[in-house]
C-alpha cells in the first residue's frame, strides 16, 4: 500500500500543471492577472504622453509649467502601472519559483525592490512639480539641482531597479514559464532609464514595448485560466471596490 500510494502521489505531481501553481493564495489569479495586463499598459501610455518633452528635468518642469494637465497625467499613469507591477512580479515570480526556487526569489525579490525605489522617484517627482507650479519652473530646476544626487536609502536598490527584469526574465525562460522570444522581452524592461524626472527616450519605448510583450499575454492567459467568477460575486465586489477606492482617494486627500 505504502509502494502504491508513494507511485500514485508521484504521477499526480508531475501530471498536475506547473502553470496552475502559485497563483492561488496570495495575491491570487485575478489580482495577479489584471495587474499583468495594466501596469505595463498604464506605463506606456504615460511614456507616451510625454514623448515629445526632452528627457531631462530642466525640460520636465518646464513642460509641466506650461501644461500641468498632460504632466500629471503622463506621471501619474505611469507611476500607477509601476506599482500594479508587483503583483504582477510576484505571480511570475511563484510560477517561477514552482520550478526553481532560487530564480523565483530572487527575481521576484530584486524587481519589487526595484519598483519600490521607482515609486520613492515618483514621489520626488511630484514634490518636484508642485514646487513648478507655485514658485516656477526655473525656482524648482534650481530646488532639484541643490538636491540631485543627495544619498538615500532608496538608492541602494538602483541596481534592483535594472538587474531584477534580467534575472525574472532569465528564471522565466530557463523554467519555461515564457518562452525564449517573450522572455527575451521582458529582459528589455531593464533598459528603462531609472531616476528622477525622466522622460521618455526611444530606448524607454522599446523597454516598455517588451515589458508589454513579456507580461499581458500571459496576464490574459492567467485571467482566462480557470473558472469565471459568478454574476453575483461580480455584482457585489465590483460596487464596493469602486466605493472602497472612492474613499481612500477622499481619505488621502484630506491626509
Known amino acids: 500500500m505504502g509502494t502504491w500510494g508513494q507511485g500514485v502521489g508521484g504521477r499526480l505531481r508531475t501530471a498536475l500543471p506547473v502553470e496552475q501553481m502559485g497563483v492561488s493564495g496570495f495575491p491570487g489569479r485575478w489580482v495577479g492577472g489584471t495587474a499583468m495586463v495594466l501596469g505595463p499598459l498604464l ?3 504615460g511614456a507616451l504622453l ?3 518633452v526632452p528627457f531631462f ?3 520636465q518642469l518646464a513642460a509641466y509649467q506650461d501644461h500641468p494637465t498632460l504632466m500629471a497625467s503622463a506621471y501619474g499613469l505611469f507611476a500607477a502601472g509601476t506599482v500594479l507591477l508587483w503583483p504582477a512580479a510576484a505571480v511570475l515570480a511563484a510560477r517561477i519559483g ?6 523565483g526569489l530572487w527575481g521576484g525579490t530584486l524587481v519589487v525592490f526595484g519598483l519600490f525605489a521607482r515609486t520613492f522617484h515618483a514621489g520626488v517627482d511630484h514634490e518636484a512639480f508642485q514646487l513648478a507650479r507655485s514658485q516656477g519652473a526655473v525656482a524648482a530646476t534650481e530646488a ?3 538636491g540631485y544626487g543627495a544619498f538615500h536609502v532608496f538608492a541602494t536598490l538602483n541596481l534592483a531597479i535594472l538587474a531584477g527584469w534580467i534575472v525574472l526574465a532569465l528564471g522565466a525562460w530557463r523554467t519555461r514559464v515564457l518562452g525564449p522570444v517573450r522572455a527575451a522581452a521582458l529582459g528589455l524592461t531593464a533598459m528603462l532609464p531609472l531616476g528622477v524626472l525622466k522622460g521618455t527616450t526611444p530606448l524607454s519605448l522599446v523597454a516598455l514595448a517588451g515589458l508589454c510583450a513579456g507580461l499581458v499575454p500571459l496576464g490574459l492567459a492567467l485571467l482566462r485560466e480557470g473558472p469565471r467568477p459568478r454574476r453575483a460575486t461580480v455584482l457585489r465586489w465590483v460596487p464596493l471596490t469602486v466605493v ?3 474613499a481612500m482617494t477622499l481619505i488621502g486627500q484630506v491626509g
Open 98 to 103: 514552482a520550478r526553481s526556487a532560487g530564480w
Open 244 to 246: 472602497a477606492l472612492a
Open 50 to 52: 510625454r514623448v515629445r
Open 144 to 146: 532639484v539641482s541643490a
Open 43 to 45: 506605463m506606456l501610455a
Open 57 to 59: 528635468y530642466p525640460d
